[in-house]
């Protein structure tokens, strides 16, 4: 499954940059994250409950940041761990660019997921991504100052 965005956030290139580092604000944007820790300089580890049709879960799972580019962009890479529920991993390419006072923040994003997720459907997972990946950057923008 593959999913694209782009969106427009109402803050310098590099407050973004800072935010897309920041456990504390992720945390704030992943809906059913119960913990988000930093794991080393590149890393992060996370416990997040979600729900995808039928099946819901508890998600333990480890995120990588690679081809770091400070205040441009990165890969971020992670996968996840639900028990019976499955398995979900990806990566997804951030690249930022300021635009006058704004910053456009586009992702080009890869995701498998495995388990009793898959039995749900590939059309029904790839709506619930891109509705998490909207809420995201809602919460996202929101909290570095956008309506």
Do not use: H
């Not at 400070?70 to 690249?95: C, H, L, M, Q, W």
């Amino acid at each position: 499954m593959n999913l694209t965005g782009e969106y427009r956030i109402p803050a310098p290139r590099e407050k973004v940059w800072d935010a897309l580092n920041d456990p504390e604000i992720l945390k704030q944007c992943i809906d059913g994250c119960e913990e988000l820790n930093r794991d080393g300089d590149n890393g992060f580890t996370a416990k997040v409950t979600a729900k995808i049709g039928p099946v819901k879960a508890k998600f333990g799972g480890k995120v990588t940041l690679e081809n770091i580019d400070p205040p441009n962009g990165y890969t971020i890479r992670g996968e996840g761990a639900g028990g019976v529920a499955g398995f979900a991993k990806g990566s997804a390419d951030v690249k930022l660019t300021q635009d006058g006072t704004d910053t456009v923040l586009v992702y080009t994003a890869r995701a498998e997921v495995g388990g009793k997720l898959a039995a749900v459907g590939s059309r029904l997972v790839e709506g619930v991504a891109k509705k998490t990946a909207d809420d995201f950057f809602g919460k996202f923008s929101k909290l570095l100052g956008g309506a």
